[in-house]
C-alpha cells in the first residue's frame, strides 16, 4: 500500500509538472505582470468594499441603531427630590422598495469589480504582448547581427589571405575591412535595442525574459457581417455592460430614496415628583417622518440618470471600437500570412543566389563587389524573412487581444 501511495504522489507530481510545461510561456509572464500591476490590490479593495454594500443592504435597518441617555432634576433651584431618567433606543427604517433596490445596486457593484478585473487583465495582456515581441523582434535583430558579423570577419581573412598572395587589390581588401565595420556597428545598435526590451519587459514581469517566446495560437473568427459577441464573450464589452447596470440600479435607488429614512425610537422613562413618591416607571414609542425635498431628490435623481446616460453611451462606443479593432487585426493578420509567404520564397531564392555568387568568386569568376551586393541582399531576405515570421506572430497575439482571448 505504501508503494502505491508513493508512486500516486509522485505520479501527481509528475502531472503538475507537465502542466506547467504545457502553459505556454507568455500565460506565465501575465501571472506575473498581473501580481506586480498596481491596480490589482485596488480591484480586490473595491470588490471588498461591494460585499460590504451587499451586508449592508441585506440588514435589517439602513444605519446602525443609535442610544441615548437623559437625566433631569430640581437640584439647581428647588431641590425637591425630582428626578427623572430616560434611555431610548433608535433605528432607522428602510423606505418602501428602498432595500430590494440597495441590494440590487450591491450585487451590480459586485458584478462591475469583477468584469473590471477581466478588463484590466486584458489592458496588461495588450501591453505585455507589444513588449513580448518588440524583444522577440530585438532578439532576433541580435542574431542576425551578430550572424553578418561573423561571415564578414571570415570573409575578410579570406580576402587578406588571397591579397597578401596577390590574387586580389587592395581595394578589395578595403571593401572586406569596411563590411566588418558596418556589420559590427550593426551588432552595437541591436545589443543597445535588446537592452532595451529586456528592460521593458523585465519592469511588467519582474522577472528575466524567458529564452524560448512562444507563438500563440490564432483564436476563432467569425464573419465581419456578424455582431463580435455576447457583453459576457469579451472583457471589455462585460465591463462596459456591468459599469451600465449598475448605474441603472443607483438610478432606480435614488427614486425609491426621496427622502431620509424614518426613525423609529423606544423610549423608556423612569421618574418621580419629590422625595415622598417612589420611582415611576413609562415605556413610549416614537416615530419620525422626515419630509421630502424637491429640490434634493432631483439632484440626487439627476445625478444618477447622467451617470447612467454616459454608462449607455460608453457601452455603445465600446461595442463598436471592439468590433472594429477585431476586423482590423483580422485584416492584418491576413496581410501578414501574405507577406510571410512572400518572405519565404525571397530568402530561397537569395539563399541561392548567394551560394552560386561565393561559389564564382572562390573560382575567380566573379569580383568581391558583387559578392558582397548578393550577400547584402541575401541577409536583407533572411532578416525580412526573420522581420514577418515575428510579425505573423504579433498579428496573431494583436487580433487575440482584439477578440478578447488571454495567452
Known amino acids: 500500500m505504501l508503494i502505491c501511495i508513493a508512486s500516486l504522489v509522485f505520479s501527481l507530481f509528475g502531472y503538475a509538472a507537465d502542466a506547467q510545461s504545457a502553459r505556454s510561456s507568455l500565460a506565465l509572464a501575465l501571472e506575473q505582470a498581473w501580481r506586480l500591476h498596481p491596480q490589482a490590490a485596488a480591484l480586490d479593495s473595491r470588490e471588498a468594499e461591494a460585499r460590504a454594500t451587499q451586508s449592508v443592504a441585506a440588514g435589517l435597518i439602513p444605519e446602525p441603531g443609535s442610544v441615548s441617555i437623559a437625566s433631569r432634576n430640581d437640584r439647581l433651584n428647588r431641590n425637591l427630590g425630582k428626578q427623572e431618567y430616560e434611555v431610548e433606543l433608535t433605528a432607522p427604517l428602510w423606505l418602501p422598495g428602498q432595500k430590494a433596490a440597495r441590494e440590487a445596486e450591491a450585487l451590480s457593484r459586485i458584478d462591475e469589480a469583477a468584469a473590471k478585473r477581466a478588463a484590466l487583465r486584458l489592458e496588461l495582456a495588450g501591453v505585455l ?22 561571415t564578414a570577419r571570415a570573409l575578410e581573412a579570406d580576402v587578406r589571405r588571397r591579397y597578401k598572395v596577390g590574387e586580389l587589390s587592395r581595394i578589395d581588401a578595403n571593401l572586406a ?10 551588432l552595437i545598435e541591436a545589443e543597445a535595442t535588446l ?5 521593458t519587459l523585465r519592469t511588467l514581469t519582474g522577472a ?28 471589455l464589452l462585460a465591463a462596459a455592460a456591468a459599469a451600465a447596470r449598475s448605474a441603472r440600479a443607483r438610478v432606480t435607488v435614488a427614486d425609491e430614496s426621496r427622502r431620509a429614512a424614518p426613525e423609529m425610537a423606544l423610549r423608556v422613562v423612569r421618574e418621580r415628583t419629590d422625595f415622598a413618591e417612589t420611582y415611576g416607571n413609562s415605556v413610549g414609542v416614537r416615530l419620525k417622518i422626515p419630509f421630502s ?14 451617470d447612467a446616460a454616459q454608462a449607455d453611451a460608453e457601452m455603445l462606443r465600446t461595442q463598436t ?13 491576413h496581410a501578414s500570412e501574405r507577406q510571410f509567404a512572400l518572405a519565404l520564397e525571397r530568402r530561397e531564392l537569395s539563399t541561392e ?47 487575440n487581444q482584439a477578440l478578447g482571448v488571454l495567452p
Open 129 to 150: 504582448r507589444e513588449g513580448w515581441w518588440t524583444l522577440a523582434a530585438a532578439r532576433n535583430a541580435g542574431i542576425l547581427a551578430a550572424r553578418r558579423l561573423e
Open 293 to 306: 425635498s424637491g429640490a434634493q431628490v432631483r439632484r440626487e435623481t439627476s445625478a444618477a440618470q447622467a
Open 208 to 235: 528575466a525574459p524567458p529564452t524560448n517566446m512562444d507563438e500563440e495560437a490564432p483564436a476563432t473568427w467569425r464573419s465581419p457581417d456578424a455582431t463580435l459577441a455576447t457583453p459576457e464573450a469579451h472583457p
Open 321 to 333: 471600437r471592439v468590433q472594429l479593432d477585431a476586423e482590423r487585426a483580422q485584416r492584418a493578420l
Open 353 to 399: 543566389n548567394l551560394r552560386l555568387s561565393e561559389k564564382a568568386f572562390s573560382l575567380g569568376e566573379s569580383d568581391l563587389a558583387t559578392l558582397l551586393r548578393i550577400r547584402a541582399a541575401a541577409f536583407d531576405a533572411e532578416a525580412f524573412h526573420a522581420r514577418q515570421r515575428l510579425a505573423r506572430a504579433a498579428a496573431i497575439s494583436r487580433l
Open 177 to 186: 575591412q569596411a563590411e566588418v565595420h558596418a556589420a559590427g556597428a550593426e
Open 195 to 199: 537592452l532595451e526590451a529586456e528592460q
